[in-house]
């Protein structure tokens, strides 16, 4: 499990909408994911944006939010720098290290390895999916 409880892949606000919405009705805490190595195509700063627009249309919501920057430690660099205080990184272990400690020192967070996770991509019931995610045990 990840630091804000089960994790839901969100690719738009509506996504990060329902996803919050669920949480806040079943009383839980989420974690927003990113897509795997979207900081290369959405960008930190798209992240970043609709993840504060989510919070604001659902402020109750007890929630973190994770950027996935797949293996490049420039991106990584880069969300931190605009903001957004946890990301995924998959790159080599020497990478890792010294993200991490980077990471540590300035008080982001770094998180590696596959996360448990729905991805509302997959999902025609965007809303239901999500409470039915959050409501399981892990």
Do not use: N
Not at 5 to 13: A, K, P, V, Y
Not at 42 to 56: D, I, N, P, Q, S
Not at 74 to 103: D, H, N, W
């Amino acid at each position: 499990m990840t630091p804000g409880g089960r994790t839901i892949i969100i690719h738009s606000l509506e996504h990060a909408v329902a996803a919050l919405k669920a949480a806040r009705a079943l009383d839980c805490a989420v974690t927003l994911a990113s897509p795997p190595g979207a900081a290369a195509y959405t960008g930190a700063l798209w992240f970043r944006e609709v993840v504060k627009e989510a919070a604001r249309e659902v402020p109750e919501a007890d929630f973190t939010a994770i950027l996935d920057c797949g293996d490049k430690p420039g991106l990584v660099m880069a969300a931190f720098r605009q903001g957004v205080r946890s990301v995924r990184f998959t790159g080599g272990k020497l990478q890792t290290e010294k993200l991490a400690a980077l990471a540590e020192h300035e008080g982001y967070h770094l998180i590696t390895g596959k996360l448990d996770s729905l991805d509302l991509a997959q999902e025609t019931d965007v809303p239901d999916a999500c409470r039915s995610w959050l409501a399981a045990k892990p």
